[in-house]
C-alpha cells in the first residue's frame, strides 16, 4: 500500500475560528480521488497550526463532507476517531485519516500536543529553530510521530546527523514534502538542498515522501516521486519504502502512541463503533 | 550531487540479462526448461519467414476465462478434483499490484498468496518473509500446496479453510487458464460465472526485413570472450527491435533520427504474430516444437506478467520500478541450435 500523509487544509483553518469552505472541502475532496487514482491506500489530511492547540482547533472538522470511494478514520457527526490503525478498507478505497502539524518556536507550544492524544490520528511537528528540532527529536514532547520540516524554505538551523538520529531511534520519521520541488525556480533550488540534508542526516532511513498537494495536479504518482528520489540519491527501493513502510510505521507508531497501553493492550474496536454501527446507534437514539 | 553519501549497498538494484547457447538434441533441454518453468505469461510474439505460425499458435493457444472466486473455493476438495488435479489449471488475481496490493495467484499446483505485513498478521496461515522488498518483514508469501494434505478431515485444511473465509473471505477477479497438461491446449472451464475471452491475435508482414546473421561464435562456443557478448547483446536488441515492429528493422527508418544498423543484416521477407492474453508455458513449448520441426530460422519473445508473484522455478518476483520476466529465444534449427535470453526485473529471485 502507498501512502500520503500530507494532503493540507487551506491555512486560515489553522487559526483560532478557522474554517474549511464548501469550495475547499471540494478541492480537497477531488485531490483524494485523484491520489486514490494515483494508486494510494491511505491519506491524512492534514491541518497546519501556528502555536498552541485549543479545542475550538478540532471545529475544522465538523463541516467534513462525504468523500466519494474513501472511508474516513472519524465519524463525521461526533468527530469521535473509529478503527484501527492499518485497517484495510478494501479494493478501490481509500482511507482517510486526521493529521496535526504544529509549527512549533516555543517549548510550551510543545506540551498542548499531549492534549491532542486520541482526536488525531498522526501528529507531526515542525520545528523552527535549532533548540525546537533537538526537542522534536529527542523526545521532549511524547506525542510527536513524524518531525515536518519546510522544504520550500532556507532554513535557520542544520538537520544535524547526531540530532536527527535521536528521533530515528524513538520511530519518529522525517518527511520529505515534494510539492516545493513542483514550484518556482528559487524554491526547487531550496528543495532539493534541503531534501539532500534530510537523506544526508537520515540516510535514507525513516525518511517519508508525502506531497503537501493543495490540489489535485500537485499529486504525483508512486512511481514518480521513486524516479524523483534518485535526485536525492534515495534508489527506488528507499523511495518506495518511504512511500509504504515508513509510512505505516508512522503510522504504526502514532496508534502504538495514542491507542494502547505501553504498546502491549489495544482496545479491540467491536462492530458497533464502525462508521455504519455509530449511524444505527444514532438511529435508534433518536 | 554528492556522492560521498553511504547509503547501503542494495543487492537488487539493477535489471540482469541471463544468455544460454543450448543444442535442440542435448538431453539437458534448457531451451525447454527455461519455457516450462515460466507459468504466467501475458505475450508471446514469432518472428518468422514461416506463413503458417499463425495456424501453429491457433492450434495449441485458446481461450482463458474471467471469472470471481473465493479463495476458500479454490481448496474445495471438489474443485481440486475436477480442476487441479485433472489438467493445469493458472490463475491470476486481476488488477492487483504485486508491490501495493495482496495478490494471489495458482501456478497449477500452489495456491500462492502475497500479502503485505497488515493481511499477514490477522491471517493466520504460516508463510515467509518475502525476499521483496529487500527490507524483510513488510511483505509476506504463504504457500499451499492444493495437491497436498486437502484432505477436509484434516486439522491443516480446516484451518486453512477457517482463515480464509475469516480473513480473506471477498471474492477475488481471476484471470483463469485451464489447459491439458500434455499439449497445452485450452480445456473447457466450466465454473459458473466464468466469462471467456479470446486471446488477441496481431499479425503483421514486414517485406524486405533486415535480419542479422546469427554469428557463428554464438553458435559454436559457450565461451563468454567480449565479442561473444557483444554479439549477443545486438542479437538481443534486434529481437526486441523486430517485436515491436521498429521501422529500423524494417529498413524504412531515416539515418537522420536513427544510428542503429542491423548487424550483417540480409533481407528476408518476415511474419511477426503477436497473441496477447493468459498463455499456457505447455502450449508454448508445443508451439515452439513444431516450428523447430519446420527447419526454419525464427525468433520468440514471451513476457510474463509484471504482477505475478512468481517467474522461473517459482522463484519468488516483485515490481521493483520495472517487473519485467521476460524471454527471447533464437532457434536455428538446421545447426541444432537455440540461444536463450532471460531478461529479470531487479526483484526477481531467479537472478
Known sequence: MFYDLNIPLPEAAGKAGGHVSSQEWAQIAQTVEQARVLGYSVVALNLTLQGKLAPEHLSVWNTTPEFKNAQLSWDRATGARVGGATRSVGRGKIRVLRRLTAVIGDATQGHSLASVDGAYDIVAVQPTNDAMLLAACNGTWDAVDIVALDMGQRWNFVAKQKVVTQALALGVSLEIMYQPALAGEKTRQQWVSNAAAVVRATRGRSVIWTSAARRALDLRAPYDIANLGEVLQLNGDLSKRALAANARAALMHAFTRSSTLRAVIAPKHSAADEPEGLAKKARMAS | ?351
Open chain 2, 1 to 351: 550531487m554528492s556522492s560521498h553519501i553511504p547509503l547501503p549497498k542494495e543487492k537488487h538494484n539493477k535489471s540482469k540479462l541471463f544468455v544460454t547457447r543450448s543444442h535442440l538434441l542435448s538431453k539437458k533441454h534448457e531451451h525447454s526448461k527455461l519455457i516450462q518453468t515460466h507459468p504466467f505469461n501475458h505475450q508471446i510474439t514469432i518472428i518468422s519467414q514461416s506463413t503458417t505460425v499463425r495456424e501453429t499458435l491457433a492450434k495449441y493457444i485458446g481461450p482463458y476465462y474471467n471469472v470471481t472466486l473465493k479463495l476458500s473455493d479454490f481448496i474445495d476438495p471438489a474443485f481440486i478434483s475436477n480442476y487441479i488435479k485433472r489438467n493445469t489449471l493458472i490463475a491470476l488475481s486481476s488488477n492487483r499490484y504485486i508491490d501495493a496490493d495482496d495478490v494471489f495467484a495458482i501456478d497449477g499446483q500452489k495456491l500462492i498468496l502475497s500479502v503485505g505485513k497488515d493481511t499477514y498478521e490477522t491471517l493466520g496461515l504460516v508463510g515467509k518473509s518475502a525476499q521483496f522488498p529487500v527490507e524483510r518483514g513488510s511483505r509476506f508469501v504463504v504457500e499451499i500446496d492444493l495437491l497436498d494434505c486437502m484432505d477436509p478431515a484434516k486439522k491443516y485444511y480446516q484451518r486453512v479453510h477457517n482463515r480464509l473465509n475469516a480473513v480473506l473471505n471477498e471474492p477475488v477477479e481471476f484471470l483463469v487458464g485451464y489447459f491439458d497438461k500434455n499439449t497445452g491446449t485450452p480445456v473447457t472451464f466450466d465454473i459458473p460465472g466464468a466469462t471467456i475471452v479470446t486471446p488477441q491475435v496481431d499479425t503483421r508482414s514486414v517485406p524486405n526485413m533486415l535480419v542479422p546473421n546469427v554469428p557463428e561464435c554464438l553458435i559454436s562456443t559457450n565461451e563468454q570472450t567480449d565479442t561473444w557478448t557483444e554479439h549477443a547483446h545486438e542479437l538481443f536488441e534486434w529481437i526486441g527491435l523486430a517485436t515491436s515492429c521498429s521501422q529500423a528493422v524494417a529498413g524504412t527508418s531515416d539515418e537522420q533520427t536513427s544510428a542503429y544498423t542491423v548487424p550483417e543484416p540480409t533481407s528476408k521477407d518476415m511474419h511477426i504474430v503477436t497473441v496477447r492474453g493468459l498463455l499456457s508455458a505447455t502450449a508454448i513449448h508445443s508451439v515452439i516444437n513444431e516450428l523447430v520441426a519446420a527447419h526454419t530460422e525464427f525468433y520468440v519473445c514471451v513476457w510474463g506478467f509484471d504482477d505475478a508473484p512468481v517467474s522461473w522455478n517459482s522463484s519468488e518476483h516483485n515490481f521493483y520500478v520495472s517487473g519485467e520476466n521476460m524471454y527471447a529465444q533464437a532457434y536455428v534449427p538446421h545447426k541444432n541450435c537455440c540461444l536463450s535470453f532471460q531478461a529479470c526485473g531487479p526483484w526477481d529471485a531467479f537472478s
